[in-house]
């Protein structure tokens, strides 16, 4: 059964909406009323978490870039890592080149301890960037 749908108007930048466009092309949309309509669900979903409450919970993975030949930064890492070892399960550590390192870091455990570890992560200088994917586990 289709599900009923509202009509909207939306004004965006030229600009914008060419990136847009440019990106979906390559995503196998069948047009761009479905990708809008994505786009609206992954935010939804990603702010809702960002106001989970205190006693959801979640299993996901934090990914981290870093420097490995930046003085102190693979031990500053681990240590924030062994602070947290009731909700970290696993970690895989990948040599991208001669500098970076990509960490993968298995979580599980309290939404907002998770994300407290990955702020922790991401603020310890040499890393370059980090992103976390998590989904909520139903109780
Ligand atoms: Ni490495």
Redesign the pocket.
């Known amino acids: 059964m289709k599900e009923k749908t509202s009509r909207i108007g939306v004004s965006l930048p030229p600009k914008l909406l060419d990136r847009f466009d440019e990106m979906i092309d390559g995503m196998g949309y069948a047009n761009r009323s479905e990708a809008i309509r994505d786009a609206v669900r992954e935010y939804i979903y990603k702010n809702k978490l960002r106001e989970a409450d205190e006693k959801a919970k979640g299993i996901g993975v934090i990914s981290l870039i870093y420097d490995?030949h930046l003085h102190g930064v693979?031990e500053s890492l681990t240590d924030l890592q062994h602070n947290y070892c009731d909700v970290i399960q696993s970690n895989t550590?990948?040599?991208?080149d001669h500098h970076?390192?990509?960490e993968l870091i298995i979580v599980e455990g309290k939404i907002t301890k998770i994300q407290d570890i990955k702020n922790q992560l991401t603020a310890t200088a040499g890393v370059k960037h980090s992103d976390l994917l998590i989904n909520p586990v139903e109780e």
């Open positions: 490995h693979t550590h990948i040599h991208l970076n390192c990509m």
